[in-house]
């Protein structure tokens, strides 16, 4: 006999290389943890009608297994168990199994659909991570949570509907899902986690609930078709660079909930040509109606777009305020403003003309890097620093800079071509 048995418990299958399909004999309770792992030439295996449980990686890294039937009676499947089984294309499960275990099928390329039973209340972290053509799946109606990396690149997953019950959506959740286009997120959720949506490159339509109060930093990132969102009325966080790199993202409104926006939060969104804070807001506003979020009690303007003007009370311009945006031709540079920070006109390809205000005094790092459209410039007097950068990469700049006698510093290559 092929395998080691202790009592009911098949301890390890002692042949590294496998007949092609395999019968695990009744009587067995229990498969132990890396039974079969990495045995090679396996395509199918029959368990029997006694089995109860399946230890953590029991079949991890059987890279031919194609079909696992898991008997009714399970109702344990350890942590891995199906892990890297990358020819597996059918999995059924019991439908009174109570609980998934974590990365129980990740890396199985070839799995294409499967129904989750219906007393599983989470989607562990990992779980289907790297499934990399699931396309669909079923999930139960009592779901609660979603767990960190779920479903992580599961590149042809197009339509996940989620019930009512489901109360959190887990950091990097549906990263890199690039064929979803549309998702309703149900309306338990309070709050989208880190990277819970980054890098879905197809999704174009998103329904956020009202009672969301929590975006996470890097939430929406490079959601590429993303044309518009409406952020709910009760969001407190907008998380760093949370829907930086939508290529298409146009326009954006900032309710008055809003307390907290991180860095970069629209960092690379080329096509914005409308922001807009909501006039009660007591942190954040769009003075002027500038088409700028400023913070109300630093007067920095921390995300602008192609149509902004900034306002004479604005005293700084924010690091990556206006990282490549495309369409901005002109800007005005009120004498209120003190600082250009770091990259803040960064790869504003079509930026031809700057207007420095007088009480202008500092340009840091990369302020006006590869601004490849920009021909002239003069810098007031009383600027003190130039930044390593801070104009590199302006091919079109004309030569000589004239620079003022204020200046004390220049950086490194600050106009190096």
Known sequence: MDFLI????????????????IVVPEGIREIADQAFSEVKHLQHVHLPNSLERIGKLAFSKCRTLQEIVVPAGVRYIGNAAFYRCRSLRKAELPEALPALSPSLFCECHSLQNIKIPEGVTCIPEHCFSYCKTLKSITLPTGLRDIEDYAFENCEQLRAVS???????????????????????????????????????RKLTEIALPQNLNYIGGNAFIECHALESICIPKKVETLGENAFAYCKMLGEITIPASVRQIAAGVFNGCPALYRIQVENDNKFYDSREDCNAIIHTGSNILIAGCRNSRIPETVEQIGSYAFYRINGLRSITIPDSTLRICDAAFSECVDLEEVYFGKGLTYIDFGAFYRCTSLKKINLPNGLREIGTWAFAGCKN???????????????????AK
């Open 6 to 21: 202790k009592d009911d418990v098949l301890v390890r299958y002692t042949r590294k290389y496998a007949d092609p399909e």
């Open 162 to 200: 989620l019930g009512k019950k489901v109360r959190r959506i887990g950091a990097f959740a549906f990263h890199s899902c690039v064929s979803i286009r549309t998702f309703k997120v149900p309306f338990g959720v309070k709050r989208l986690e880190f990277g819970a949506f980054w890098g879905c």
């Open 397 to 415: 700049l004309e030569e000589p800079v004239g620079i003022p006698g204020s200046v004390t510093h220049i950086g490194t290559a600050a106009f």
